[in-house]
C-alpha cells in the first residue's frame, strides 16, 4: 500500500525558513520510475507545483521560488525533506507531498497535505 | 511555463444533467513520444487530488463512465454526462509536458443544484 506522509510546523513567522518532511511507504525512492514532488494549496486556490526529485538526486524547481526551496531526500529513511525560505503570509497554504510516475507523467498518491499558517 | 486555463470557474448543475468543462494551455501537449500529457483531477471537499482521466481520454482505474475526456493539441474538454452529488468538487486540469515543472488550471468548482 502506497502512502506519502507530510509532516512540520503549522505555524511559521515571516522571514523563518520552513522544513517540511513527506515520509513514504509502499515504494522506494530508489525506485526508478517514481520521484516525488511538493505541491502547494492556498486556501481557496489553486495547486501550485514547488519542487521534484527523482530516484538519481537529479532536482527540479519552480521557476518562480527556485531562489528559495531546496529539495532533498534519505532514502534510506524513506524521506523527502523541502526547505523553503524567507517565509511570507502569501505562504501560506496546504503543502502536499505527491508521487508522481516519470514514465506516465503523472501524480498517482498524494498526501494528505498539511497545512502552513505564516503569521506573526 | 505552460499556462493551464479553465472555463468556467464554477458549474452548478440539476442530478443528471450533463457538465463540460474546457481547458486551454498555453502551448501544445503533444509530445514527440506521440503522446498528449493533459490531465483531469477531482478534489473533493476536504481531500487532495484524485486522478480522473490520463492522457485526455483514457479513465483511470475506477473512475465512472460518466466521466469523458477529449481534445488535443491545446484545447481539451472533461464531460460527465449525468452528473451525481457525490461529483461536488474542484476539477483541474494539470499539463506533465514538461515534466517535472507541472501546472494545474484555475479550477472549476462543480456544485449541485
Known amino acids: 500500500q502506497v502512502t506519502l506522509k507530510e509532516s512540520g510546523p503549522v505555524l511559521v513567522k515571516p522571514t523563518e525558513t520552513l522544513t517540511l518532511t513527506c515520509t513514504v511507504s509502499?515504494?522506494?525512492?530508489?525506485?526508478?520510475?517514481?520521484?516525488v514532488s511538493w505541491i502547494r494549496q492556498p486556501p481557496g486556490k489553486a495547486l501550485e507545483w514547488l519542487a521534484h526529485?527523482?530516484?538519481?538526486?537529479?532536482?527540479s524547481y519552480s521557476t518562480s521560488l527556485k531562489s528559495r526551496l531546496t529539495i532533498s531526500k534519505d532514502t534510506s529513511k524513506s524521506q523527502v525533506v523541502l526547505t523553503m525560505t524567507n517565509m511570507d503570509p502569501v505562504d501560506t497554504a496546504t503543502y502536499y507531498c505527491?508521487?508522481?510516475?516519470?514514465?506516465?507523467?503523472?501524480?498517482?498518491?498524494w498526501g494528505q497535505g498539511t497545512l502552513v499558517t505564516v503569521s506573526s | 511555463d505552460i499556462v493551464m486555463t479553465q472555463t468556467p470557474l464554477s458549474l452548478s448543475v440539476t442530478p443528471g444533467q450533463p457538465a463540460s468543462i474546457s481547458c486551454k494551455s498555453s502551448?501544445?501537449?503533444?509530445?514527440?513520444?506521440?503522446?498528449?500529457?493533459l490531465y483531469w483531477y477531482l478534489q473533493k471537499p476536504g481531500q487532495s487530488p484524485q486522478l480522473l482521466i490520463y492522457?485526455?481520454?483514457n479513465r483511470f482505474s475506477g473512475v465512472p463512465d460518466r466521466f469523458s475526456g477529449s481534445g488535443s493539441g491545446t484545447d481539451f474538454t472533461l464531460k460527465i454526462s449525468r452528473v451525481e452529488a457525490e461529483d461536488v468538487g474542484v476539477y483541474y486540469c494539470m499539463q506533465s509536458i514538461q515534466l517535472p515543472a507541472i501546472t494545474f488550471g484555475q479550477g472549476t468548482r462543480l456544485e449541485i443544484k
Open positions: 509502499g515504494f522506494s525512492l530508489s525506485n526508478a520510475r517514481m520521484g
Open positions: 492522457e485526455v481520454s
Open positions: 505527491a508521487r508522481i510516475l516519470v514514465d506516465s507523467n503523472y501524480v498517482d498518491y
Open positions: 526529485i527523482f530516484s538519481n538526486d537529479e532536482k
Open positions: 502551448q501544445s501537449l503533444l509530445h514527440s513520444d506521440g503522446k498528449t500529457y
